[in-house]
Structure formats: structure tokens, C-alpha cells
């Protein structure tokens, strides 16, 4: 039902998305080990995020009758300059995510595989989110780093941060 390409391509993006998680729960034990629990806690949900989206393209591809093939998984960066770094290295990440999404569903589209197109919606509703979010975090913490009251406000806004799967996942 689905080509080897589209697979393929697939394979490679549930790859992308568990590096995602390992990216973001390294950023997290950054700001964990600078005792920011609140920001570390939005990269915590982040790394979840990231492997529910994994295993979603794990049971479409599973759902079409494609071979899955765990990829390797590189070690993400442990070290960073500063929170400010973090928040670009994760939008630029996001940014990244968007286009292997956008080349699937060119690929999809070129093939008429209208099942993967339309599966991809999601996420690519959700990359607009996220790019969005990810913009906006930077913004806030070029605004608040040098303000250690700013950033403890920062810190609090994202300790309320809570993973909630997606009850189609």
C-alpha cells in the first residue's frame, strides 16, 4: 500500500523525531543542572512530544503495510553556550523537523500516496505550532536572561507546562 520510497522516508523521520527527544532532554538536563527545573521542564515535555509523534509515524507505517526499520540514533550536544543558544538550536531544530515533513509530502504528493498526505496534515499543523512556539521562546528569553527576576517569571511560565498525548497517538 505505501512505495519503499515513502517508507523509507518515513523510517528516516521517526529517526528524526526520537533525536528530537534525545536533543531536548539534553537541553533539559542543561537547564536542570542550573537549577532552571521550570525550562528544563519544557524540554522535558518537548522530549515527549517528540517520541509520541515517533511512535504515531511507527503505527501509520505499520497501519499501510511498510517495513519499519529502527534507524540509529545520534548522540545529541550536551554542552551550550547559554539559555539563549538553547531556545535558537531549538527553533532551528524545529525549522529542520518542518522541512523532512514538507519533503515526505512532496514525495507523497508526487507518487498520488493520498493516505500519507493526508496523515501528515497533523503534522504539519503541529510543526506550525511548533516553529511558532519555538520563535516566540526565543524572543521571551533574549528579553529576560541578563533580568534574574524576569528570568525566574520565565522559569515559572514553563513549569506549567504538562505532556498531554494525543488521544489519536
Same mark, same amino acid.
Given at each position: !500500500? %505505501?512505495?519503499?520510497?515513502?517508507? /523509507?522516508?518515513?523510517?528516516? =523521520?521517526?529517526?528524526?523525531?526520537? &533525536?528530537?527527544?534525545? &536533543? ?12 532552571? *527545573? ?7 515535555? =518537548? ?11 511507527? *503505527? ?11 534507524g540509529e540514533i545520534a548522540k545529541p550536544p550536551h554542552e551550550f553556550e547559554n539559555a539563549t543558544d538553547i531556545f535558537e538550536k531549538a527553533l532551528e531544530h524545529e525549522k529542520k523537523v518542518t522541512r523532512s515533513i514538507f519533503n515526505i509530502v512532496k514525495n507523497a504528493n508526487? +507518487?498520488?500516496?493520498?493516505? /500519507? ?6 503534522? %504539519?499543523?503541529?510543526?506550525?505550532? +511548533? ?5 516566540? &521562546?526565543?524572543?521571551?528569553?533574549? !528579553?529576560?536572561? *541578563? ?8 522559569? =515559572?511560565?514553563?513549569? =506549567?507546562?504538562?505532556?498531554?498525548? *494525543?488521544? /489519536?497517538?
Amino acid at each position: !500500500m %505505501i512505495s519503499e520510497k515513502i517508507a /523509507t522516508l518515513i523510517n528516516e =523521520q521517526i529517526a528524526h523525531e526520537q &533525536y528530537a527527544a534525545q &536533543y531536548y532532554l539534553s537541553m533539559s538536563a542543561w537547564f536542570s543542572g542550573k537549577d532552571l *527545573d521550570g525550562i528544563a521542564n519544557y524540554f522535558r515535555v =518537548q522530549s515527549k512530544e517528540e517520541l509520541m509523534h515517533a511512535d504515531k509515524m511507527f *503505527d501509520f507505517l505499520n497501519d499501510v503495510g511498510g517495513e519499519i526499520i529502527i534507524g540509529e540514533i545520534a548522540k545529541p550536544p550536551h554542552e551550550f553556550e547559554n539559555a539563549t543558544d538553547i531556545f535558537e538550536k531549538a527553533l532551528e531544530h524545529e525549522k529542520k523537523v518542518t522541512r523532512s515533513i514538507f519533503n515526505i509530502v512532496k514525495n507523497a504528493n508526487d +507518487e498520488g500516496d493520498f493516505a /500519507t498526505t493526508s496523515f501528515l496534515q497533523w503534522f %504539519i499543523n503541529e510543526q506550525v505550532e +511548533e516553529e511558532a512556539s519555538a520563535s516566540q &521562546y526565543v524572543t521571551k528569553i533574549k !528579553m529576560v536572561c *541578563d533580568n534574574p527576576s524576569a528570568l525566574y517569571l520565565f522559569d =515559572q511560565e514553563l513549569s =506549567q507546562r504538562v505532556f498531554t498525548p *494525543d488521544p /489519536t497517538a
